[in-house]
């Protein structure tokens, strides 16, 4: 195929519509469009057999075929075709589905013009190829999932939801550390990513992980726009990540490692341009050597370049515990608007990580009964409930790290505590947990999202139909960015403020978000999660229209 063209097969029954949009592609010159046409589903496909297409734009009402199992058969036929999907006003809500089960883009026959249409080909082309080579990643693929759900909500302009869909500014590197052994380096990928540099300097976690890949960062770096926006903090999102499992390194390797990293990406990191902080596979300590780094780097201290970092180092209190925290104040005014008495009810932990294992401490303390916690050994179960003192203390022992060999309860699978029964579940430990094959058999009345992108979008639907309400990872998990906002400002400023007054700023943040999003869940009839998207998307293209587009 010539670079400068894209071939495209126009699956269309309406003669006219079908003469419009050829006569439109007719006339594009760079690149150029050559157009097949064919007005039924089965012709297409047997000329998708035939003949090489990089793009289909495809009607869903058509003779021999209606409605979103025509992007079904078409997607289980020929699912190496990116699919543009065509629609009029009324079937609006079939194309969000087809986008949502996995189409590239839709549009709108009515406002359909010869630039709109270019740019929808070209990017739906360009996404297929830069997935398939760089980002591709299921995690990339739900956050945009969700967003294109939301941005069609919100009627969202079309040039920002295109500028939303990638992140501003990615850096991708191949790093080298030395192992212990002085003769061997072992070189790994690492990742900086900042989606959207319109609201201030951009804001995220970094991850020590052997799934990181540049597509998962920029999920998570899309995720981080929504849910600083969400909060009403001033950042943009961010993520960073290295392709490793730091469980395999001894504690000079990880020091070697994360400076290694920290120098790579020291231009584009500073209190008023990206401010890391932990996630998962990091901590205190690694936010400290960071810190660190850069500062050798400026030739002064500068604590604020980094959140999450140790108190003696200009770490706030309250930061190490804050995303468990905050996920707890959500399941209490969850309880509260369900009428649930947090007392007597029961929870299920994925993860004991830092994020899961605060969740269950402070569930204890509102008198939740913790049934199951697990991390990457398996987990434990015990119906009279667990103790948090007694599994941290066990997990703390230099010889334990994880919960396998904890006898106080039976042992279960990862799977099988997803599936236990409870009132709220609580994944906090990876992603991509709760899927369409589980998700029938979740047994909760409430989850609540400790871990980013722990549900999938087909998941997303049954538990829906079952009524089982989602706090959203964007939502629920806020609290973290939230102190680390608290951190940030107490470092500018010089004010150290006390555990009382950040747990109080925390809550009130974390419940005025979490009722802004019910009542427009409950106004506009969304489930929790879109309405999220919906608050955070339209904060940040207030944001980008007001600015207005350089040069
Ligand atoms: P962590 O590294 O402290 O803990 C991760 C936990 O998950 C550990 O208990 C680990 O054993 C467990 N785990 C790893 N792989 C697993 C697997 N395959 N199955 C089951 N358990 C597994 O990480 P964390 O900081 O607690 O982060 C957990 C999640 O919360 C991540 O999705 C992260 O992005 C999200 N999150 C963290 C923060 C934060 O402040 N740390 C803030 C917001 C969101």
Same mark, same amino acid.
């Given at each position: ?61 058509? *003779? ?14 020929? *699912? ?136 998962? /960062? ?19 999102? !961010? ?38 902080? *932990? ?6 300590? /690694? ?47 969850? !309880? ?12 299920? /932990? ?76 609580? *994944? ?30 087909? !998941? ?92």
């Amino acid at each position: 195929m010539p670079e400068n063209e894209i071939q495209v097969l126009l699956v269309e029954d309406n003669p006219l519509h079908a003469r419009m949009l050829r006569g439109f592609l007719d006339e594009i010159r760079t690149p150029r469009f050559p157009v097949a046409h064919e007005d039924n589903l089965t012709a297409g496909l047997n000329r998708a057999e035939e003949q090489r297409f990089d793009v289909v734009l495809l009607d869903l009402v058509l *003779p021999d075929s209606q409605g979103l199992d025509t992007f079904l058969r078409w997607k289980a036929r020929a *699912p190496h075709v990116p699919v543009v999907v065509l629609t009029g006003l009324d079937d609006m809500g079939l194309a969000t589905r087809a986008v949502e089960n996995g189409a590239q883009d839709y549009l709108l026959k009515s406002q359909i013009n010869g630039a709109l249409l270019s740019r929808s080909l070209r990017y739906a082309v360009e996404r297929i190829r830069a997935r398939s080579e760089e980002w591709d990643s299921p995690m990339f693929r739900v956050a945009h999932q969700q967003f294109l759900k939301a941005a069609q909500v919100v009627e969202l302009d079309d040039n920002i939801r295109q500028r939303l869909l990638f992140p501003q500014r990615t850096q991708v590197l191949s790093l080298p550390f030395r192992r212990d052994g002085y003769d061997q380096v072992e070189t790994v990928f690492g990742y900086r990513v900042q989606h959207v540099l319109t609201m201030g300097p951009t804001k995220g976690g970094v991850r020590y992980h052997p799934s990181v890949s540049l597509g998962e /960062v920029a999920a998570l770096a899309m995720w981080m726009t929504w849910k600083c926006a969400l909060m009403g903090l001033p950042y943009g999102g !961010a993520k960073g990540g290295v392709r490793i499992d730091p469980r395999g390194l001894s504690r000079r390797e990880l020091q070697r490692l994360t400076r290694r990293y920290t120098s790579e990406i020291i231009h584009i990191i500073g209190p008023d341009k990206d401010i890391p902080a *932990p996630d998962l596979g990091t901590d205190a300590q /690694v936010m400290a050597w960071m810190m660190d780094t850069y500062s050798e780097q400026v030739g002064h201290t500068v604590p604020e370049v980094v959140t999450g970092k140790p108190v003696v180092l200009g770490g706030s209190v309250g930061r190490e515990t804050a995303t468990g925290k905050g996920v707890v104040i959500l399941i209490e005014e969850m !309880a509260k608007y369900m009428s649930i008495d947090l007392s007597g009810s029961t929870a299920v /932990v994925q993860g004991f990580g830092n994020v899961a294992s605060a969740a269950v401490k402070f569930l204890e303390q509102l008198g939740v009964t913790i049934l199951a916690v697990s991390d990457v050994s398996g987990g434990v179960y015990n119906s009279k409930g667990l103790s948090y003192e007694s599994l941290s203390n066990y997990v703390a022992e230099a010889d334990h790290g994880t919960l396998e060999g904890y006898t106080e309860g039976d042992r279960v699978t990862n799977k099988e505590l997803l599936e236990l029964e409870c009132d709220f579940l609580v *994944p906090a430990a990876i992603e991509n947990q709760i899927t369409a094959e589980n998700a029938d058999r979740i047994n909760c009345k409430v989850i609540a999202e400790g871990a980013n992108g722990p549900t999938t979008t087909e !998941a997303d639907e049954i538990l829906i139909d079952r009524g089982i309400h989602v706090i959203p990872d964007i939502l629920a998990n806020a609290g973290g960015v939230t102190v680390s906002y608290f951190e940030w400002v107490q470092g500018t400023q010089n004010y150290m403020w006390t555990l009382e007054e950040i747990n109080q700023r925390l809550r009130k943040i974390m419940t005025e978000a979490f009722h802004r999003a019910l009542q427009r869940s409950i106004d506009n009839d969304l489930d929790l999660r879109t309405a999220s998207l919906c608050e955070g998307i339209e904060r940040v293209t207030e944001a980008k229209l007001i600015r207005g587009l350089f040069p």
